[in-house]
Antibody, heavy 122, light 110 residues
Framework: QVQLVESGGGLVKPGGSLRLSCAASGFTFSDYYMSWIRQTPGKGLEWLSYISSGSSYTNSADSVKGRFTISRDNSKNSLYLQMNSLRAEDTAVYYC???????????????WGQGTLVTVSS | QSALTQPASVSGSLGQSITISCTGTSSDIDYYNYVSWYQHHPGKAPKLMIYDVSDRPSGVSTRFSGSKSGNTASLTISGLQAEDEAEYYCNSYTSSSPVLFGGGTKLTVL
């Protein structure tokens, strides 16, 4: 079955960097767009970024453009999120999600991981 | 940035039906048929319940249905069950962001 497992979260100081990983299994990873989404404490979901199946196309939310970079390694069935210049407001649970096929829209997510917690604090 | 507005909370009794609304603008929900709904139990992975306004992924109960009227999308859950208690989020394509989520609605089953 489809599994997405995030890792790499933890405590980091403001201004610091962190790299999240997402290990995918149970499907042909290289066939799917993938995305990162976060949930901040007490708030809702926020889409961050997505990447095409072959890495040729990425798009990110304005809130993280220039600070966060999405990438993938299809040979390792892995998705990554490099987060730089972290701020307190980046504290959140970060989810990786698979973009659903079968729709003309790349914003439907049919499988999600359980998330990894990132805490930005001094 | 445009917003998708959901009620903070709704409640219903076992066996009843409830509807959760998601209000956007003429630039998003009204214009595009790109609305989905997610169920999120704390500590678990969110689950896609509805996409393309009213389609259900394989395996999702027929008790869940979606619709749209103008700039408001709706998720209806019929025959409420205890396990339906969760947070529900809508999302849509918008003119200001390719993916935007609503603020979420906490469903309490009485």
């Amino acid at each position: 079955q489809v599994q997405l497992v995030e890792s790499g979260g933890g405590l980091v100081k403001p201004g610091g960097s962190l790299r999240l990983s997402c290990a995918a299994s149970g499907f042909t990873f290289s066939d799917y767009y993938m995305s990162w989404i976060r949930q901040t404490p007490g708030k809702g979901l926020e889409w961050l970024s997505y990447i095409s199946s072959g890495s040729s196309y990425t798009n990110s939310a304005d809130s993280v453009k220039g600070r966060f970079t999405i990438s993938r390694d299809n040979s390792k069935n892995s998705l990554y999120l490099q987060m730089n210049s972290l701020r307190a407001e980046d504290t959140a649970v970060y989810y990786c999600a698979r973009v659903m096929v079968g729709s003309a829209y790349s914003g439907f997510f049919d499988y999600w991981g359980q998330g990894t917690l990132v805490t930005v604090s001094s | 940035q445009s917003a998708l507005t959901q009620p903070a909370s709704v409640s219903g009794s076992l066996g009843q039906s409830i509807t959760i609304s998601c209000t956007g603008t003429s630039s998003d929900i009204d214009y595009y048929n790109y609305v989905s709904w997610y169920q999120h139990h704390p500590g678990k992975a969110p689950k896609l319940m509805i996409y393309d306004v009213s389609d259900r992924p394989s395996g999702v109960s027929t008790r869940f249905s979606g619709s749209k009227s103008g700039n408001t999308a709706s998720l209806t859950i019929s025959g409420l069950q205890a396990e339906d208690e969760a947070e529900y989020y809508c999302n849509s394509y918008t003119s200001s962001s390719p993916v935007l989520f609503g603020g979420g609605t906490k469903l309490t089953v009485l």
